[in-house]
């Protein structure tokens, strides 16, 4: 038996398989929303902030430091406006603490 494999993109494997069409959209609306709310987020922060999964009306952001994840809970009621200014229906900001390794 003879196979030929042939190298496909991501782009392509993600949509031949609806997990990973359904994973690669919510990725891009998790990074869309983190570009929604970057400009209200003071510059020195921006490197240690991730976007993550938003589920219903709940998006995570994930933060190096807690000193920074005080910072973004002082600073929730501005992004959600933001983003619900840009049509994401989002009641809760979850601030995840993440430890550098």
Partial sequence: MNRRHHAITLLEAAEGSPTLASLAARARDAGDRLAAVQDLIPP???????????????????VYGSAAAAKLRQLAPMLQSRLKSRGWEVATIRIKVQSRR
């Avoid at 020195?44 to 994930?62: S, Y």
């Fill in 44 to 62: 020195e922060m921006r490197p240690g902030i991730q976007a993550g999964p938003a589920e219903g009306d709940v998006w995570c952001m994930l």
